[in-house]
């Protein structure tokens, strides 16, 4: 494990980095013997002093839920960020391209809690009981370390690369559907870029929540009602850049939109 005091410094240089929108050089490269923990605990602290500077935690998001991402970043299961008020946007929304680094989308369902969720035993069926509504979203992917050459460690600490949520459709009780197969098509400026079906997601997208739950539980913690939960994408990322308008179409669930000013 790291010193404390080092992760500490690790986290606010993250506060800096997001503040300034300049890129950070990889903690890997200066610290090589960092672990997974190391980094849920820069995340950590990180999010302890967004939120003693007033932001609001209003969900979590999950990352790395396909097979394939896992290979490549040479893990075993997912990982996870948090999401603050000030990140998210309404559907068709003008987002500006210069808040974030590295700007990528993905095509992702979110989960909205009625009740809290709470490991270490948490089933897909429980997650199913506690979700009032499920709805189509996009996720604005953002870095605050630089790419090339970085780990797991470094993603984790990166807040799980999350930059914000757009949030559209049609909110659907998750009993009304069967949520491994809803699907959607991805648009940028008019062309379809990506294709996917929630199944992806773990072979069921509340299977990343109950995941989630059964993590934050090893760390102390629990999903709260009213959270949203971000499930993971069904799509690879898509490169975006200032002027592009993107659109995701889940067929009966709804579409969303948002254009990067």
């Not at 990889?26 to 090589?32: N, S, V």
């Not at 709805?135 to 799980?160: F, Q, Y």
């Amino acid at each position: 494990m790291l010193a404390k005091d080092t992760i500490t410094s690790l986290a606010e240089e993250l506060a800096q980095a997001e503040r300034t929108h300049e890129l950070m050089p990889r903690i890997t490269a200066r610290f090589p013997e960092a672990t997974v923990e190391d980094s849920y605990a820069i995340q950590a602290v990180w999010k302890e002093k967004s939120l003693a500077a007033g932001r609001r935690l209003v969900g979590r998001k999950i990352g790395l839920t396909s097979r394939a991402m896992q290979a490549a970043t040479g893990i075993t299961e997912p990982d996870y960020g948090v999401m603050f008020d000030d990140t998210v946007w309404e559907n068709g929304a003008h987002i500006p391209h210069d808040r974030f680094s590295n700007v990528r989308i993905e095509v992702e369902l979110a989960f909205v809690l009625k009740e809290p969720l709470e490991g270490p035993y948490c089933t897909l069926f429980d997650v199913m009981r506690a979700t009032e509504y499920v709805t189509p979203a996009l996720e604005v992917l953002n870095s605050r370390i630089e790419l090339e050459g970085r780990t797991i460690v470094d993603t984790i600490s990166d807040n799980a690369a999350y930059g914000g949520l757009v949030l559209g459709g049609n909110p659907t009780s998750p009993d009304a559907i069967d949520l491994r197969w809803v699907s959607a098509l991805l648009y940028r400026n008019e062309t379809i870029e990506e294709t996917g079906v929630a199944a992806g997601v773990l072979n069921h997208p509340a299977s990343g929540v109950a995941w989630l739950a059964n993590k934050t539980h090893r760390h102390g913690d629990r999903l709260e009602a009213g959270e949203i939960i971000l499930a993971g994408s069904f799509t690879r990322p898509v490169w975006i850049e200032k002027g592009d308008t993107v659109l995701a179409d889940y067929g009966p669930m709804g579409t969303i939109s948002c254009r990067f000013i």
